[in-house]
């Protein structure tokens, strides 16, 4: 017992300046509440951080930004490891579970223009604006409510991003508000986007934090960081992902609310030039959040999600 508390947990992180903002916003949180403990942080970089130039959708999602993370878990070097959410796969590695989720942040996407646009909108961008993503999904919603912009590839780490945009590449770039904000950059968020142009992606705004199945005394210690709304709104939506998920990035988003007990769900699948577009909406007790999820999917395939999937996979495949 003496041993155990004396111990101390360590915490995996990727290296990203965004990942170590929210690791250590972690570390901070617990430490208040478990004063007698010591929390240690050991970054490393992941697949994701080292490949820069190749579009997201074709390497595969399988755990791009999350697979060292897991190895340290397994290896026993760490105890548990904080993502952001939405870099967490829907199937996790045996021996290993989502132990918690914190409170989300707006999980809106965010138009981030270029001082030129000072006094533009998404609405009001003249046509042919460059807009910079590489999410699919971004993609997919804008071209398919603004099919009158030029869409580029934009990669790496938050700044390189804002640097882009900055130096004229870009006349518009998309990005999660959340992320911006958390790195106190949230005065660069022009325009929150609304859920009907853009639905988010699933966990979006949120942390994740991953531990091992087995390991009750970092489950106890993780659940003082739970967020039970957010946690019911994610569990929906990433019970709604791994209904759909055909093994690559695909333009899938979604929107939830809670009110009172009653959550409702919002998706939408596209292909990725936003002309085949399924969209649908499921309400339930939040108790059963994964049954609203995975409703939302069926619904969605009956619609002609899984054409749309089939499309996609076979794309990226090429
Ligand atoms: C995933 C996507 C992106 C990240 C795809 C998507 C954006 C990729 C890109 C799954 N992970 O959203 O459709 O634009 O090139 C990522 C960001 C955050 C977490 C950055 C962002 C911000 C924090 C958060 C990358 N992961 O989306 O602008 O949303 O919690």
Known sequence: MVASLSRPIRIGSRKSQLALVQTHWVQAQLQKHFVDRTFEVHAMSTQGDKILDMALAKIGDKGLFTKELELGMLNGETDFAVHSLKDLPTRLPEGLILGCVTERE????????????QDKQLETLPEGSVIGTSSLRRLA???????????????????????????????????????????????????????EVSLHAVGQGALGIECRAEDPEILTLLKVLEHQPTAQRCYAERAFLRELEGGCQVPIGVNTTLDGDSLTLVGMVSSVDGQKFVKGTQTGLATDAEAIGIQLAQQLRSQGATEILEEIFLEVQR
């Open 106 to 117: 707006d999980p809106a996407d965010a138009l981030v223009v270029h001082a030129k646009h």
């Open 141 to 195: 919603q804008l071209r398919h409510h603004y099919p009158h912009f030029s869409f580029k590839d934009i990669r790496g780490n938050l700044n390189t991003r804002l640097q882009k945009l900055d130096s004229g590449e870009y006349d518009a770039i998309i990005l999660a508000a959340a992320g911006l904000r958390r790195l106190g950059m949230g005065d660069r968020v022009h325009q929150v986007i609304s859920p």
